[in-house]
């Protein structure tokens, strides 16, 4: 996995924390939250088009 901010690529998967730019990795968290503003958005556009 790489870091999200600079790249870096990381091996162990339980670091919390980047070592070059120390930015918090929240990758596991940033794709469902995406996932479920597209969810919400997807129906809400059918409904009004519809």
Do not use: A, W, Y
């Amino acid at each position: 996995m790489n870091c999200h901010n600079c790249g870096t690529q990381i091996n162990d998967l339980n670091v919390k924390f980047c070592e070059s730019c120390g930015i918090e990795l929240s990758l596991n968290k940033e794709p469902i939250q995406t996932d479920d503003k597209n969810i919400v958005k997807t129906p809400s556009r059918r409904k009004r088009c519809c």
